[in-house]
């Protein structure tokens, strides 16, 4: 299979549990997603295997009638998330009496409430810890409205006070059913919507919705087109690292540090709108191109002096042992755990796992540049920000190559098709899937999977290996996920 | 130095010059009315995530809300200003009005960005679309997100909105009313 690819292969139901019990056992295969669709009045479940190094993406689909479909969480955990997310919008579930969480179905809302398909017979529960646990331990509320500039969302932390014993995340607060906002839309609006589902995933998300389009329209834009729209992602890429690094100042009280990474913050966003006329990028890209021209001498004299200062205010944070002393150890991914839970982005490959959509599956002008992908094994918050620095270097280096080469912008006609495709990108958060069934030209099904929605999995983990109340702040910075992402 | 060799960006300067000028005018307002002390709290009804990053960003060195008298505080309690983002989620109602209603009065409500004005989300079961619907609403800043630089003019606006309900209200009946 050349590089790139997609392939989609029926399953007859049956077959489902085999299938599933041999992917998840074969070494480097992913598990990327899994969702349902109602076609033909009937619902038709897929499932995604990244085949990272045979340079492919597997789609399995099957009808799933009757009784649903076997309990895959047994064999590959990742799917979790997915099957509860099966269950409260198609209510269809893995098996019965199989325990689900609650995922973005707000508490106490009506069998009416909007979904993509039928409700469930009966609504999961949501998680829940008493206030006194035992012991000495009680939960600790927070949320969901939080701190000054957070998303909504509501932590329940169990804590004896100092150690933390268990923690649980709600977030259906964010639930914007963009799902379900995307039937029926032309492409261009699905753009629109797309881009605001994750708005710091902008680029992201949004090329890979552009990609799976094009894919079906069977156009694709200009070599020097594409080679912007991966400027646009590495600086996607770099204003996102450069956040999380101020919130790791700040949520180790480094005030000091933190000033000198808004700096750099608020020197990116300017480059953004100084080249694409956007500080967050939105409306740069266009189904079949790019809509802005860039600006790439802008680039090329703002960005050399401000990754400059970020390596000054990096090497400084390196030695200040007080920061450093906060970050070692501290909320724990185990390379095992990245891999058993199909973890995309830094948090993956701060874990050990050497993954990188842009290398495996490269596309657009990643297919005539290599890309470096910094790996770490310990998978720590350390690690985490050492894999975002050594992805900042190399996201510069890359927009400065591409750049370099020459930058495009206009777009090609995509006329109205029908089909489905599954387009992909590498966000500032991983892996981001975008899988797209259109009919003449308007889209019937859009499966929005941000790479937010594999990697808040692994959070309560992180949180509970060993840490303290306080590290929850850290740990949250070092993921820097949205809960936009997640809910969407 | 060589004359040739200062280079002045034009550009930048009129940037630099523009948030100065909003900048000094906040700071006078904030002074003169609140004593150096106005507090905000933020609260987000389902943005992208986007606006919340401009809002930090006025902390920020090259904004410092804090030189003109204006701080971030966790507590509703303590707030004059409540900043929202976001389509006001209807899931959300709840705990959008509770954290409203937790404000002392004289207070103010700022909707951020084209999401509380209705521009990105239509009203549906999902949102209620424009936050009129649900809170108040005394200024409006539009941007999809505002830039910190727009934020600020929205505050300095919500400054004199904020002295003009001071003004409006009758201190010296205050409890009067409420007594048996
Ligand atoms: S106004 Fe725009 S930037 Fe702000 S939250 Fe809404 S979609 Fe995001």
Redo the contacts between chains.
């Keep these: 299979m050349s590089a790139d690819t997609a392939s989609t292969l029926l399953l007859d139901r049956m077959d489902v549990e085999s299938h599933v019990q041999a992917m998840a056992q074969t070494p480097g295969v992913r598990f990327a997603d899994f969702f349902g669709s109602i076609e033909d009045d009937q619902l038709v479940i897929r499932l995604v295997w990244a085949l990272d190094r045979e340079h492919e993406y597997r789609v399995v689909r099957w009808p799933a009638r009757g009784t649903g479909y076997p309990p895959l969480s047994e064999v590959a955990p990742a799917a979790f998330v997915e099957e509860c997310e099966i269950y409260e919008q198609f209510g269809v579930s893995p098996g019965k009496g199989r325990a689900l969480n609650r995922l973005v179905i707000?508490p106490r809302?009506e069998h009416s409430?909007?979904r993509l398909g039928t409700a469930p017979a009966r609504e999961r529960p949501l998680p829940h810890a008493s206030h006194y646990v035992s012991g000495d331990a009680f939960e600790f509320p927070f949320g969901?409205?939080r701190?000054?500039?957070?998303?909504?969302m509501y932590m329940g932390l169990v804590t004896s006070g100092e150690e933390l014993i268990d923690l649980y995340l709600l977030q259906?607060?964010?639930?914007?059913?963009i799902e379900r906002?995307l039937r029926g839309e032309g492409v261009a609006r699905a753009l629109f919507v797309v881009e605001?589902?994750?708005?710091?995933s902008?680029v992201g998300n949004g090329w890979a919705l552009c990609r799976a389009v094009e894919e079906i329209a069977e156009v694709s834009p200009h070599p020097a087109v594409n080679r912007s729209r991966g400027v646009a992602l590495e600086l996607e890429r770099l204003y996102n690292h450069a956040?999380a690094i101020v919130a790791l100042c700040q949520s180790t009280g480094l005030a000091v540090g933190q000033?000198q990474g808004?700096?750099v913050?608020?020197q990116l966003?300017r480059l953004n709108a100084a080249v694409f006329g956007h500080?967050?990028l939105?409306g740069v890209l266009a189904p079949g191109g790019t809509s802005r021209a860039a600006d790439a001498d802008a680039l090329m004299t703002t960005l050399p002096p401000t990754m400059d200062t970020l390596r000054r205010l990096v090497d400084a944070l390196w030695t200040t042992n007080s920061f450093v002393d906060r970050l070692e150890s501290c909320g724990i991914v185990t390379p095992a755990d990245a891999a058993r839970l199909g973890l995309v982005g830094p948090i993956a490959r701060a874990s050990g796992q050497d993954i990188d959509t842009r290398r495996d599956h490269a596309f657009g002008p990643y297919r005539d540049v290599a890309v470096e992908v910094p790996v770490r094994a310990t998978g720590d918050v350390m690690a985490r920000m050492s894999v975002m620095v050594a992805e900042m270097e190399e996201s510069a280096r890359l927009a400065l190559d591409l750049a370099g080469a020459g930058l495009g912008t206009g777009t090609v006609e995509v006329p109205p098709a029908t089909g489905s495709a599954l387009g992909w990108c590498e966000s500032p958060r991983g892996e981001s899937l975008l899988w797209v069934d259109l009919d003449a030209g308007r889209i019937r099904r859009a499966r929005v999977r941000p790479g937010s929605v594999r990697n808040w999995r692994s959070f309560d983990d992180a949180a509970r290996s060993r840490n303290v109340f306080t590290d929850i702040a850290i740990i949250e910075a070092s993921f820097w996920l949205?809960?936009?992402?997640l809910a969407r | 130095m060589s004359p040739d060799r200062v280079r002045i960006d034009r550009r930048r300067l009129h940037v630099v010059r523009e948030e100065e000028r909003v900048a000094a005018k906040l700071r006078d307002a904030t002074q003169r009315m609140f004593g150096r002390s106005l507090h905000?709290?933020?609260?987000?009804?389902?943005?992208?995530?986007?606006c919340?990053?401009?809002?930090?960003?006025l902390s920020?060195?090259?904004y410092d809300l804090h030189r003109l008298g204006l701080f971030?505080?966790?507590s509703?309690r303590h707030a004059d200003l409540l900043l929202v983002t976001?389509?006001a989620?209807r899931?959300?109602d709840r705990?959008l009005e509770k954290?409203y209603g937790a404000m002392p009065e004289p207070k103010l409500v700022v909707a951020i960005g084209a999401c509380p004005l209705g521009g990105?989300?239509q009203e549906?079961?999902?949102?209620h679309g424009q936050l009129e619907r649900v809170l108040p609403v005394d200024v409006f800043v539009p941007g999809?997100?505002p830039?910190p630089l727009a934020l600020l003019q929205g505050l300095l606006v919500a400054v004199g909105r904020l002295a003009e309900k001071v003004g409006a209200e009758d201190f010296t009946t205050l409890g009067e009313e409420e007594a048996p």
Excluded at chain 2, 124 to 127: G, K, L, S, W
């Design positions: 707000p809302a409430f909007p969901p409205v701190g000054v500039g957070q998303e909504s259906w607060h964010k639930h914007r059913g906002r605001r589902a994750e708005g710091l902008a956040a000033a808004e700096i913050l608020e966003l500080r967050y939105f949205t809960v936009a992402g | 905000i709290r933020t609260v987000d009804t389902g943005s992208c995530a986007v919340e990053s401009e809002i930090r960003l920020a060195p090259h971030f505080t966790p509703p976001g389509p989620i899931a959300f705990a954290t990105v989300y549906d079961e999902f949102v999809c997100p830039s």
